[in-house]
């Protein structure tokens, strides 16, 4: 009996798990259209319609693939590890439910160094070829990603603090259970760290800007440059993957409300509803921020991440002395 | 005992073998007793850990006036279990690298003795016998250093720095063990052990702050660091993985025997110190690391680095130990001994390579790298899964350790006082940041020294390194993937040890199967699952793509900007690539940038040629150091003006002592 009960869980655990998954690797891209969408009808355009990134992404897998004379087989294998690490860090997470199959390794520790292997990969694949572009972006990224990880493990650690695990489906859980932990100080704090390292890590404005075409200020885009075909799909996708993951992420943590904690297809629908509700809110925020900023010269950032690692300690601090 | 014995005695008569034996047999007669010895002490420490029983001898023979003591615990076995793995590696290892150096009869006799000294020192149990061990590892390592001294000078300057700092620890480390001896009344570890809580606390604390001095400067700790990147880059390479995988352990050992074990954890400052002195290694150590360009200065400072983080979960399990939270303290320190066993096998791992690397190319230059991936297959491989380990990765045992170090600070803020929670919030923040400054050190050192085009004819004319070369990389390798995937399997032998060390009955909050979880604040990890659903997703992807995609590959020309041709000098090199960084945390690193711009003759607007050269010196080396070796200089200086050579003078200072003897006398 306990055995049915326990595989059916699993069972049901699976599927919203893929539910997720099948959320972000859609919704990932529609995000990124939505932000394209917002920055176009604020400087007075029409713009591309929403679902233009899924088309694209059609578009670039029937085109070829082009390596570079001087690469190693990293360059091919590259965009399938940042794909996969960003599957599993968006299959443990508690997105939709509280309850994603492989829960208990649903870690903040390995969600965070998830996100940094895919990071390391394509580090390395921006070096691959031997370039002076690719060596640029992939130095820039490394550059930025060395302090944003940091301000975002500890800022997810504020929230462990408080809830007493670093384990993420049970810090929402907790988080339902005391719905005032959500406007707390330290909650304010860690969250505003965690939207700098979302822009830090998806390449936004003021940090990089996502739609440069000319080199000298590329960071992103420069260290992918080398990429065509399939791989440029599988590099843009896994991206926006991490975008998508990054958001519901935060929608997740900070407002976990409409979260399903059961496995009720009913509750899920809920869910899934409600999460996108919330990550749209948020990319429309940041989206609008686009507009009104500038891009940060390359050598102000480290003074944005720094600034957000002092408010992620400071959210850790704020949790100490006031619990 | 007899195993570890018969493995001592093999690790002997290997040096005898060494230095009697003819040159064609001795590299491999010294590999083979070399070996013999790691596999025989790895077999001895393993049982110890297993059954969880200490062996001990006495014997009165060996030694004189005092005997030899030896007891092989939990504690000691694991570090003679790791020096065991790093030590079988580097034997093997040392096969293939002696057909051009580490063949002379100095060094086929010193390294089985230092290697010998190493597995002895966990095993010493009283102060004339650890002292005496210690003292034989120091002079031994010394001599392996100056091996290649002929072809390089730096080691001779590296030797300089290394004799003078290990002496100075000696000297700390001997004062403080005997003023422990004379007042226990007794000089066998079992006599402090027992009368430690008699001593006086100010006596405690003295004796804790000279061996802390003696044990941090062998451990590499800042600020007693500065030998470590010097020494450890310059000595051959299967001396620098035994440096770094295993000397640097010794020093750990040492502050976990005698301040944990021995003094019973004294009071709450000393582990405070102990917190500072890993914050501060692990954060100057991860910076110089992503700074450096030499490979194996790179890999030094990262020993550092970790150092540093291993240095912060020991301060934390005494800090909370002293404070009354036993369980959540051994669970501190299984972390740090866990990091550092996972720290011994990458970068043991990683200093091989970096050594094969030297060997195939002819330097250890990354600025003078690149394009190995194709000629060095192997190497690359195994270089980087010690890369990926120590960039904590998931799937690589540098990711378990680190979880369970962060997880262990986590639990710690269950601690009270304003003074613990200050160190803890500073340990998470540096465990945070190194985490970061390490991935782009790594990436450097990957992207940089083995993929791109080569930098330069030794790099572009590379080969693949002989058999035992590889093999000894992959014998450090395989570990490093297989904690990784099972951090599980190490849980009772850490749980033992750390027992050990804090002299409690064990009992961490830890449950292991192949994961790692505790329950207690309900995290846990599984690799095992986390690799499986990657690779799961992985192939996934590449079937879709598969069937979806074109499937046409075209090999092009790189993207240029419009320039025709893609030469290896418009590449990003280690120190472009580290440039960025360098400039964020200049405050802390103070790289030194010379420009020499030289005109053409006709018109200053032009530029003939520009030489660029920056580096980045240790600024503690700078600050604190050179000011103190000005001064002994000086001094120096002033007693050899004494010292003219003239007999006559010799003879007046004989006169003038005698009348002033004869003055005071009357």
């Not at chain 1, 394509?122 to 370039?131: M, Q, S």
């Not at chain 2, 912060?312 to 909370?320: H, N, T």
Request: glycine fraction near 10%; aromatic fraction near 6%; charged fraction near 10%.
């Amino acid at each position: 009996m306990t055995a049915t009960v326990t595989t059916s869980g699993l069972g049901a655990s699976i599927v919203t798990s893929i539910v997720q998954l099948v959320m972000i690797v859609l919704g990932g891209p529609l995000v990124l259209g939505v932000m394209a969408k917002v920055r176009a009808r604020a400087e007075g355009r029409i713009g591309a319609p929403i679902h233009q990134p899924l088309r694209d992404l059609r578009k670039l897998l029937t085109k070829e693939s082009v390596h570079a004379e001087h690469s190693s087989a990293v360059l091919p294998i590259a965009p399938f590890v940042l794909v996969a690490t960003a599957a599993v860090a968006i299959v443990v997470s508690p997105l939709v439910t509280t309850t994603p199959v492989l829960e208990h390794s649903a870690d903040l520790f390995v969600v965070v160094f998830l996100l940094l292997m895919g990071s390391i990969v394509l580090a390395l694949a921006g070096l691959d070829a031997g370039t002076a572009f690719g060596g640029m972006g992939s130095s820039r990224a490394m550059t930025i990603g060395a302090l944003a990880e940091p301000a975002l493990l500890v800022a997810i650690l504020a929230l462990s603090v408080q809830a007493g695990t670093s384990n993420l489906p049970k810090i929402v859980a907790a988080t339902l259970a005391h719905p005032s932990w959500a406007a707390g100080p330290e909650r304010l704090l860690a969250f505003v760290a965690f939207l700098i390292v979302i822009l830090a890590e998806t390449g936004r404005i003021p940090i990089d800007n996502p739609s440069t075409h000319l080199e000298l200020t590329m960071i992103h885009e420069a260290m992918v440059l080398e990429y065509a075909g399939p791989e440029l799909a599988l590099v843009t996708l896994g991206e926006a993957m991490r975008l998508g993951f990054l958001l519901s992420l935060a929608a997740s943590l900070f407002f976990p409300w409409g979260i399903a904690t059961s496995t009720n297809p009913a509750h899920i629908v809920i869910a899934v509803v409600a999460l996108s509700a919330k990550v749209v809110v948020i990319a429309v925020a940041i989206a609008l921020l686009e507009v009104r900023t500038a891009k940060l010269r390359l050598f102000r950032v480290p003074e944005l991440l720094t600034g957000g690692f002092v408010l992620a300690v400071l959210s850790v601090v704020t949790g100490l002395v006031t619990r | 005992m007899t195993l570890l014995l018969v493995g001592l005695g093999l690790g002997l008569a290997g040096a005898i073998a060494g230095a009697i034996l003819p040159v064609r047999v001795r590299v491999l007669g010294t590999a083979v007793c070399s070996s013999g010895a790691c596999v025989m002490t790895f077999g001895a420490a393993t049982r110890v850990l297993a059954t969880g029983h200490a062996v001990t001898l006495h014997s009165a023979a060996v030694l004189p006036l005092t005997g030899i003591d030896l007891r092989l615990d939990p504690l000691g076995a694991l570090f003679i279990a790791t020096t065991a793995g790093v030590g079988l590696a580097a034997s093997c290892y040392g096969v293939g690298y002696a057909e051009h150096a580490l063949r002379s009869r100095t060094a086929t006799a010193m390294f089985p003795l230092f290697l010998t000294s190493l597995l002895l020192v966990p095993a010493t149990s009283s102060v004339a016998t650890f002292l005496v061990a210690w003292e034989l590892m120091a002079l031994t390592s010394m001599l392996l250093l100056l091996v290649e001294h002929r072809h390089r000078a730096a080691a001779r300057d590296a030797f300089q720095w290394y004799a003078s700092m290990t002496h100075i620890g000696a000297a700390a480390i001997l004062i403080g063990l005997v003023l422990l001896a004379t007042n226990a009344g007794g000089q066998t570890f079992t006599d402090i052990r027992t009368h430690a809580a008699t001593l006086s606390p100010a006596l405690r604390s003295i004796a804790f702050l000279l061996v802390l001095i003696g044990f941090a400067s062998k451990a590499g700790a800042v600020p007693l660091h500065v030998w470590l990147p010097r020494a450890h880059p310059e000595a051959p390479s299967p001396v620098s993985a035994l440096m770094s995988g295993a000397m640097v352990n010794l020093g750990i050992y040492g502050i976990i025997r005698v301040s944990g074990e021995l003094l019973g954890g004294g009071f709450l400052w000393w582990w405070l110190v102990v917190i500072a002195l890993g914050v501060l290694s692990a954060l100057y150590g991860a910076l110089h690391a992503t700074a450096s360009s030499d490979l194996k200065r790179l890999l030094a400072y990262s020993t550092v680095d970790n150092i540093g983080l291993v240095l912060i979960g020991v301060g934390a399990a005494g800090a909370l130990l002293v404070t009354g939270h036993r369980s959540l303290a051994a669970l501190a320190m299984l972390a740090a001994l866990f990091h550092l066993v996972n720290h011994s096998a990458f970068k043991g791992c990683l200093f091989l390579g970096a050594g094969a690397i030297e060997r195939a190319t002819g330097t250890r230059d990354l600025d003078r790298l690149g394009g190995l991936t194709r000629r060095l297959p192997f190497t690359t491989v195994l270089f980087a899964v010690g890369a990926f380990s120590i960039s904590a990765l998931p799937g690589f045992n540098g990711f378990a350790s680190e979880w369970l170090l962060l997880e262990s600070l986590l639990h710690g803020f269950a601690a009270h006082g304003a003074a613990t929670l200050v160190a803890l919030l500073a340990g998470v923040a540096a465990l945070a940041l190194t985490g970061g400054l390490t991935a782009a050190a790594f990436v450097k050192a990957i992207g940089i020294g083995f993929l791109g085009q080569p930098r330069s004819d030794g790099a572009a004319n590379a080969h693949e390194v002989t058999p035992s070369m590889l093999a000894g990389m992959a014998l450090l390798a395989t570990p490093c993937l297989v904690i990784g995937v099972a951090p599980g399997l190490l849980a009772t032998a850490l749980d033992r040890a750390s027992g050990v060390a804090l002299g409690t009955s064990s009992a961490t909050p830890l449950r292991a199967g192949l994961g790692l979880g505790l329950p207690g604040i309900g995290s846990a990890i599984e690799p095992m699952l986390l690799v499986a659903a990657g690779l799961a997703a992985m192939l996934f992807t590449f079937g879709v793509v598969r069937l979806v995609a074109r499937r046409s590959v075209r090999r092009a020309e790189a993207w240029g900007c419009g320039r025709e041709l893609q030469t290896a000098r418009m590449e990003y090199t280690a120190t472009s690539f580290a440039e960025p960084l360098g400039r964020v945390f200049a405050d802390v690193l103070r790289p030194d940038h010379d420009i020499e711009v030289t005109h053409v003759a006709e018109s200053r607007y032009f530029a003939q040629a520009i030489h660029y050269q920056t580096r980045a010196d240790d600024g503690i080396e700078r600050a604190v150091y050179r000011p103190v070796i000005s001064l002994v200089a000086v001094w120096g200086a002033f007693a050899s003006r004494a010292q003219n050579g003239s007999v006559h003078r010799y003879l007046a200072y004989g006169f003038v002592a005698l009348v002033i003897v004869l003055v005071a006398l009357a």
